[in-house]
C-alpha cells in the first residue's frame, strides 16, 4: 500500500512538473505579410498562418488545407463568416475561422498581392418577440427592420446570418479576380486595364468607388462594381511609376509608390497631388495602413511615417527593434497592428507590434516562424540559436534573454549569423557556436557568456556541425554531413 502511494504521489509530482510549462515572450522572427483579427483572434500570414488567442502572448500553426508550395500569404480577408487568403499559388478559403483552409478552384496559376472587401458585413438578428434587427458596424449598433412584418402577435424569430460582400483580388500578370460568394470561387474582372495586365499591387474602396494601383500603369478605378475599369492618372508623373500601395479616409484618397513618395487626391481620383512633406519625393512607400483618421506609410529603407493631415508626415518610433520593414497593417477595436516584413540586410527586426494609442507606445506580440535549433545557458543568460529554413541572409538567427527579461535580443556582439546549429559553454563563461552558412561553415568563441563573439578562424566549408562538447582542454565537434566520409567528430585543443 505503502509502495502505491509512493507511486501515485511521483505520478501526481510529475503531472504537475508538466503543468508548468508556458511559452517565453518571444523569439520574435518572421515576416510578417498580413494580418486580420476575426472572432477575438489574431490571424497573420507569413509563409504559413498562425492564430493566437490571448492576444499574442502564444501563437499555434493554423495552415492545415494550404499546400508546401505557398511562401506568402500577403492578403487576409473576411467576408461574412469565411476568411480568405490570398497567397502566391491562389486564393484559400476557410469556413471555421482558419482552422482549416481550402484551395479556391481555378486560382493555383495566380501570384495574388492584395485583396480588398467591397463594403461592410450586414449583420441580421432575430429576437424573441421583437422581430429583426440590422447592423452594419460588426455590431456595434442595430436598427429595427421590421416593415412587411406582422408584429401582432409578437413572433418567437431566433437567430443570427452574416451577409458577405464582394471580394476582389489583385494579381501578378493577370489583372484583378472577384468573388461574389466569399471565395470559394473567383472570376475575371479585367474590362479597361492594360491588355498586358500589369501587377495589381494595391487595393482599396471609397464609397461605391473600387481603387486598383498598378506595376507601371499607374492607377485604376470601377464605379460598376469591377464590371470595367478607367484610368485616373491626371497629376501623376508620365511614366506613372509603380503604385505600391492605398488608403482611404474619407474623401481623401492617398497611394505610394516605389520612386516617387506619395499622392494624393480629394475627388475621386480627378487630379493627384504629390504629398511629401517628410517624406523624400523619390522615396519606395512599402505599405500603407489606417487606424481611425490617421494613415500610416512604411518605407523601403525602414522608416514608419504616419499623418492625420494627409500632407505632412512624421516619423514613428518603435522601441527595442527600430529597423526594419513593415509590409502590413491591421486595425481592429481601438488597437493598432503592425507586420514586420524584416528580410535581408539590415533589416534586424521580425514579428508584430500593436499599439492602443495610435503609437505612442508600442508591445511586440510575436510571432517566431523558424524552428528552434539550440539552446544554452551560460551565466545567467539564455541564448537561442534558430534554424534559417528560407535560406536568406540577413536573418536573425540568434537571441538572448534572461530569467526577469521580458523580451529577446539580437545581435549579440555584432555577431550576425545565419543558421546556427550547434552551441555549447563550458560553464565557466566560454561559449562556442557553430554558424553554418552557404559561404563559408565559421566556428566563434565568446568568452563573457555569449555577449561577444569572434571568430576561431575554422571555416567548414563542407562539414554540418551539429554538436560541441568540453571535455578539460579539448573540444569536440560533432558533424552530420554526407560529404565527410572518414570521420564525423572533430577535437580541437
Known sequence: MKKAFTLLLLAALCINAFAQWKPTNGLFAGAIHSIIKSNNEIIVGTNQIYKSANNGKTWSVSNNGITGSVTAIRGLAKSGTYLVAATDVGAYYST???????????????????????????????????????????????????????????????????????IYAGSDGYGIYKSTNQGTSWSLVNIGLPGSYYGVNSMAVSGTTIYAGTYGAGMYKSIDNGGTWATVNNGLPGNYYAVSSLA????????????????????????WTAVNNGVSSSEDILAMGVNGTTIYASTLSGSLLQTTNYTNWSGVSIPTYTSTRFESFFSSGG???????????????????????????????????????????SGGNILAGTNDITGNSGRVS???????????????????????????????????????????????????????????????????????????????????????SSSHVFKFR
Open 335 to 377: 488597437v493598432f497592428y503592425v507586420g514586420a516584413w524584416g528580410y535581408g540586410a539590415p533589416e534586424k527586426s521580425y514579428g508584430l507590434y500593436r499599439t492602443a494609442d495610435n503609437g505612442a507606445t508600442w508591445q511586440q506580440i510575436g510571432i517566431t516562424d523558424y524552428p528552434v535549433s539550440v539552446l544554452e545557458v
Open 248 to 271: 482611404v479616409v474619407g474623401t481623401n484618397i492617398l497611394f505610394g509608390t516605389y520612386g516617387a513618395g506619395i499622392y494624393r487626391s480629394v475627388n475621386d481620383g480627378g487630379l
Open 96 to 166: 471555421d475561422n482558419g482552422n482549416n483552409w481550402t484551395p479556391s478552384p481555378g486560382t493555383s496559376a495566380l501570384n495574388i498581392w492584395c485583396l480588398t472587401v467591397k463594403g461592410t458585413d450586414t449583420l441580421f438578428m432575430s429576437t424573441d418577440a421583437n422581430g429583426i434587427y440590422k447592423s452594419v458596424d460588426h455590431g456595434i449598433s442595430w436598427t429595427a427592420k421590421n416593415t412587411g412584418i406582422n408584429m401582432s402577435p409578437a413572433l418567437d424569430i431566433r437567430g443570427l446570418a452574416v451577409k458577405g460582400h464582394d
Open 398 to 484: 540568434f537571441f538572448k534573454t534572461t530569467e526577469v527579461d521580458t523580451t529577446w535580443t539580437y545581435n549579440l556582439g555584432g555577431l550576425a549569423t545565419d543558421n546556427v546549429t550547434a552551441l555549447k559553454g563550458n560553464g565557466s563563461g566560454i561559449m562556442y557556436l557553430f554558424n553554418d552558412e552557404s559561404t563559408g561553415s565559421i566556428l566563434y568563441r565568446s568568452i563573457n557568456n555569449g555577449l561577444n563573439w569572434t571568430s576561431t578562424g575554422y571555416n567548414a566549408q563542407v562539414y554540418d556541425i551539429v554538436s560541441i562538447a568540453f571535455a578539460g582542454t579539448n573540444i569536440y565537434l560533432g558533424d552530420n554531413s554526407p560529404y565527410y
